[in-house]
């Protein structure tokens, strides 16, 4: 319990909570149990924020790095940079102008922010600290929301005319299809966010139920099988790790070369 300004505070451990209180710390129960004492407003950051602002400073200072030694090396990069950079021409040249084609320019600061933001925090979570910040589906929500915001704002004309009224299609027909066409706006992000969760949830939950085994095992054989089953299990995360923040990459190019497609009737 702390106390500032007269004003008693303590923590409701069930909930995980901040709530206001007397001077002996007393919570108050209405009559069906429920908690009624004042609970304040919480600025406080959790674990996942912390990383993501981790995450963001360095890439901030990667890449800044990166850009200034381009300035200073007469366009070619040294240190990390030259770690980076093919990975930065790999997103524009395979994963941009294949997918959005020539207006893939406006997208790149965006899908290489989210290439190696995802990425970064894919790995983190495989670090001992344990926060496996794409594992919680708010984030992924988040990220996934970026990509419908920036489809839908930036999208032509002929994009939302193949969604609401088709050309060349027979107008009955065009009339059951739009609510489907309309519906799938919605969910090509709803996949984007689950498919980053799920694979990244269901890879530690694999990976710490194979740890756990040690401890059930109890004995030398159980244990060292669990133990190198787990590290070669660490091995292909890594691997899914880059491959997610690679589909998550490409998907939403290619949601923006559909909002941004010239069609010839």
Same mark, same amino acid.
């Given at each position: 319990?702390?106390?500032?300004?007269?004003?008693?505070?303590?923590?409701?451990?069930?909930?995980?909570?901040?709530?206001?209180?007397?001077?002996?710390?007393?919570?108050?129960?209405?009559?069906?149990?429920?908690?009624?004492?004042?609970?304040?407003?919480?600025?406080?950051?959790?674990?996942?924020?912390?990383?993501?602002?981790?995450?963001?400073?360095?890439?901030?200072?990667?890449?800044?790095?990166?850009?200034?030694?381009?300035?200073?090396?007469?366009?070619?990069?040294?240190?990390?940079?030259?770690?980076?950079?093919?990975?930065?021409?790999?997103?524009?040249?395979? *994963?941009?102008?294949?997918? %959005? &084609?020539?207006?893939?320019?406006?997208?790149?600061? $965006? /899908? =290489?922010? #989210?290439?190696?933001?995802?990425?970064?925090?894919?790995?983190?979570?495989?670090?001992?600290?344990?926060?496996?910040?794409?594992?919680?589906?708010?984030?992924?929500?988040?990220?996934?929301?970026?990509?419908?915001?920036?489809?839908?704002?930036?999208?032509?004309?002929?994009?939302?005319?193949?969604?609401?009224?088709?050309?060349?299609?027979?107008?009955?027909?065009?009339?059951?299809?739009?609510?489907?066409?309309?519906?799938?706006?919605?969910?090509?992000?709803?996949?984007?966010?689950?498919?980053?969760?799920?694979?990244?949830?269901?890879?530690?939950?694999?990976?710490?139920?194979?740890?756990?085994?040690?401890? *059930?095992?109890?004995?030398? %054989? &159980?244990?060292?099988?669990?133990?190198?089953?787990? $590290? /070669? =299990?660490? #091995?292909?995360?890594?691997?899914?790790?880059?491959?997610?923040?690679?589909?998550?990459?490409?998907?939403?190019?290619?949601?923006?070369?559909?909002?941004?497609?010239?069609?010839?009737?």
């Amino acid at each position: 319990m702390v106390s500032s300004n007269d004003n008693y505070y303590r923590m409701y451990y069930d909930k995980n909570r901040i709530y206001k209180t007397d001077s002996e710390g007393t919570f108050i129960y209405d009559d069906t149990n429920k908690l009624i004492n004042e609970k304040p407003i919480d600025f406080s950051i959790t674990k996942n924020v912390v990383v993501m602002i981790f995450t963001a400073i360095f890439m901030l200072w990667l890449f800044i790095s990166l850009a200034k030694s381009y300035k200073t090396n007469k366009g070619i990069s040294k240190g990390l940079g030259r770690f980076f950079e093919p990975i930065v021409l790999y997103v524009r040249d395979e *994963i941009a102008r294949p997918n %959005i &084609g020539k207006n893939y320019k406006k997208y790149m600061s $965006f /899908l =290489l922010t #989210i290439f190696f933001f995802v990425l970064f925090l894919n790995l983190l979570g495989l670090t001992p600290i344990g926060i496996n910040v794409t594992g919680n589906i708010a984030i992924t929500f988040s990220l996934a929301l970026l990509t419908f915001i920036i489809t839908n704002v930036t999208a032509n004309k002929n994009y939302w005319a193949h969604i609401f009224w088709m050309p060349g299609v027979p107008k009955p027909i065009r009339l059951i299809l739009a609510p489907i066409e309309l519906l799938g706006v919605f969910i090509k992000p709803l996949t984007l966010m689950i498919r980053l969760y799920a694979n990244m949830q269901g890879g530690h939950i694999v990976i710490m139920s194979i740890i756990g085994l040690m401890f *059930i095992f109890y004995n030398w %054989i &159980g244990s060292s099988l669990s133990f190198v089953l787990a $590290f /070669l =299990l660490m #091995i292909i995360e890594l691997f899914v790790a880059l491959l997610q923040a690679y589909i998550f990459t490409i998907l939403s190019a290619l949601y923006f070369g559909f909002a941004n497609e010239e069609h010839e009737h």
